[in-house]
């Protein structure tokens, strides 16, 4: 519930007091003070879901918002039919006011000192998770992630048009990368160092880094949903903070994932869990801008526009801003369309050799595939886990499945075979019982 204040002219009043009575809206009124003698104060509640309707409903009838108009969450409230009007708008999909969401989507914000410090130890908890293979450690990682908040505001500065929101959310979210990636780098040097983790350990062989050495058409997926959620649960009734755990998820592992690279001095899975991340944040800023469109946010007059400068320096920020956003999302998106191309190739070779008769046997369990970086690697390590139900061994497969990749593919890689054996029963349940007795 909100409890709204307005102010309204004598001469609007009925008017506006009508549009509350057919809306069976509980409302006060008293007398505006001193100059606002001519000025009557109105105080009304209503579902939060109800605000930007009513609202539009009372400037049709000359009321203007911009004058006075204060909106305050409401713990509870008693007025005649309150039971009625909740039910009728609880079932009623809404939106929130614009200006009701924007400020939703400032009270998530930290200073940068708190924001920071906890961008660095969320950055801590998902490397130490990584490490002990634990993925309980690294959901708690995304929890105490803050990243939502800037995330979520510069969608909020695109769709209103707020330059100065958006330009300052796209750098807490650059820095707070740039922060999260060192802390982690840091964090996983000093655990080599000091002997707490295998100096010799294999980082691209951890079950939960494997996952994000290199980009997937998947992982854009995930950012772009992640993002839309994120918004939606800001633009509605819903707890955007909850929803921000599945941004965290796109972002916080991939962050630790680049920084265990660079602590490893492993450039290939640095590289391609950076590229993840970049795209990652991309599609949750694309995802949560486009959602924000979709329910129909648009610019308003909250400032004087992304382009309006006061001042040179402010120009240079903002284009600044831009031309380096750009240039990031350009060179991500070409070297991803580049390794996509790779993995869809790669997918369909292997399926073409585990599909022949010769491997009836044989199923495809999971495939990970290296990012290909010919700068730092001559070959690109593809890692295929199948199942098999027979001892049967196939000594020449990897062979195989090595030279079909790269006759599709043009380019020389090394495939890692893993074999996940299992046993089928060949009767039923009930037939097995009764064999027993």
């Not at 058409?217 to 707890?239: D, H, M, P, S």
């Not at 690109?380 to 027979?390: A, D, E, F």
């Amino acid at each position: 519930m909100r409890l709204l204040q307005i102010s309204v002219a004598d001469d609007r009043l009925d008017a506006v007091l009508e549009v509350l009575r057919e809306r069976d809206l509980g409302y006060s009124v008293s007398e505006g003070a001193a100059e606002q003698s001519d000025r009557t104060n109105v105080s009304f509640v209503l579902p939060a879901d109800a605000v930007e309707t009513v609202l539009e409903d009372l400037e049709e009838e000359g009321f203007d918002r911009g004058e006075f108009t204060v909106s305050v969450k409401t713990e509870f409230a008693h007025f005649d039919k309150v039971d009625e009007v909740q039910n009728r708008w609880g079932k009623t999909p809404n939106r929130l006011a614009p200006a009701a969401m924007r400020s939703k989507a400032k009270d998530l914000r930290r200073n940068m000192r708190s924001y920071l410090w906890m961008m660095i130890l969320s950055a801590v908890v998902a490397t130490a998770g990584i490490f002990t293979g634990s993925p309980a450690i690294v959901v708690g990682s995304m929890v105490i992630a803050p990243i939502v908040s800037p995330v979520l505001t510069a969608d909020v500065g695109v769709v209103r048009n707020d330059r100065d929101m958006l330009v300052e959310s796209l750098h807490m979210q650059l820095v707070g990368l740039v922060v999260a990636v060192v802390a982690s780098a840091a964090f996983a040097w000093f655990a080599r160092e000091l002997s707490i983790i295998p100096t010799t350990l294999s980082i691209e062989q951890l079950e939960l880094m494997s996952v994000r050495v290199s980009p997937s058409i998947l992982a854009l997926v995930v950012g772009l949903t992640a993002g839309a959620a994120g918004a939606y649960g800001l633009a509605t009734k819903g707890q955007a903070t909850i929803v921000g755990v599945m941004i965290a998820a796109a972002l916080i592992p991939t962050a630790a994932a680049t920084g265990i690279g660079i602590a490893w001095g492993n450039a290939v899975v640095a590289v391609g869990a950076l590229l993840l991340l970049v795209i990652s944040i991309v599609g949750v800023n694309a995802g949560g801008a486009l959602m924000l469109l979709y329910l129909d946010y648009r610019p308003d007059d909250v400032d004087d526009g992304l382009f309006t400068f006061e001042s040179a320096r402010q120009a240079a920020v903002v284009l600044g801003t831009i031309l380096l956003v750009v240039a990031i999302v350009g060179v991500a998106g070409i070297t991803f369309a580049d390794q996509h191309s790779f993995e869809r190739s790669t997918n369909a070779a292997i399926s073409d050799v585990v599909g022949q008769e010769e491997y009836g046997a044989l199923g495809v369990r999971s495939t990970t595939i290296q990012y290909t970086a010919p700068t730092f690697s001559d070959r690109t390590v593809v890692t295929v886990v199948l199942t098999k139900t027979s001892g049967e061994s196939f000594p020449g497969l990897s062979d195989e499945l090595a030279a079909a990749i790269a006759e599709r593919t043009d380019r020389d890689v090394i495939v890692q075979v893993q074999f996940v054996d299992y046993q089928r029963s060949n009767v039923s349940g009930s037939n097995a019982s009764a064999a027993g007795a």
